[in-house]
T-cell receptor, first 115, second 114 residues
Framework: DQQVKQNSPSLSVQEGRISILNCDYT??????FLWYKKYPAEGPTFLIS?????DKNEDGRFTVFLNKSAKHLSLHIVPSQPGDSAVYFC??????????????FGKGTKLSVKP | NAGVTQTPKFRVLKTGQSMTLLCAQD?????MYWYRQDPGMGLRLIHY???????AKGEVPDGYNVSRLKKQNFLLGLESAAPSQTSVYFC?????????????FGEGSRLTVL
């Protein structure tokens, strides 16, 4: 049973426009949510995170929004650039230590930003 | 700093052969992980370790064994490889005290089992 769901396998956006990547989750015990970015033939790299006690976190062009009542988070990229073309993974954890701290990943969304 | 280094980067095996993937990190992280990535499946946790000498099963542990004899190294073994183990394997590590739980990943090891 998938606890972290990314229902859009792919997304195509024009350069300069906004990219919105969505993620849904089922476990209300998740306390932190993270977004990772992955280029082909490279390992995933951390992008941005948000605590479950917040509803927004911003870092430059990247903003993550959390709607706990809907169990939904989204990553906004504004403005989108061709270098943002990558696979984006949403991840969540249930707590701090041991197995609770293990990240559970969604299946990823492939973002293509066209010049 | 090298961060997280995986060897080998590529390997082709025949069914039934054995091999070991090595992960080394130079960040003094306590926790280490092995994930596999398959098309349309995201990243799935195979095994993890919360410290030297300790290991635990993740989501998809069958067919794999691991060892953490030194804090900086985490080995993933396949005793008898099967075509279903064709995948890209990622090692990751993190500080035990990491507030957000951020993982640092290696570049991946692509394994093909014929």
């Amino acid at each position: 049973d998938q606890q972290v769901k990314q229902n859009s396998p792919s997304l195509s956006v024009q350069e300069g426009r906004i990219s919105i990547l969505n993620c849904d989750y089922t476990n209300s015990m998740f306390d932190y949510f993270l977004w990772y970015k992955k280029y082909p033939a490279e390992g995933p790299t951390f992008l941005i995170s948000i605590s479950s006690i917040k509803d927004k976190n911003e870092d430059g062009r990247f903003t993550v929004f959390l709607n706990k009542s809907a169990k939904h988070l989204s990553l906004h990229i504004v403005p989108s650039q061709p270098g943002d073309s990558a696979v984006y993974f949403c991840a969540a954890r249930r707590g701090y230590g041991g197995s609770q701290g293990n990240l559970i990943f969604g299946k990823g969304t492939k973002l293509s930003v066209k010049p | 700093n090298a961060g997280v280094t995986q060897t080998p980067k590529f390997r082709v095996l025949k069914t039934g052969q054995s091999m070991t993937l090595l992960c080394a990190q130079d960040m003094n992280h306590e926790y280490m992980y092995w994930y596999r990535q398959d098309p349309g499946m995201g990243l799935r946790l195979i095994h993890y370790s919360v410290g030297e000498g300790t290991t635990a099963k993740g989501e998809v542990p069958d067919g794999y064994n691991v060892s953490r004899l030194k804090k900086q190294n985490f080995l993933l073994g396949l005793e008898s490889a099967a075509p279903s183990q064709t995948s890209v394997y990622f090692c990751a590590s993190k500080f035990r005290q990491a507030t957000t739980g951020e993982l640092f990943f290696g570049e991946g090891s692509r394994l093909t089992v014929l």
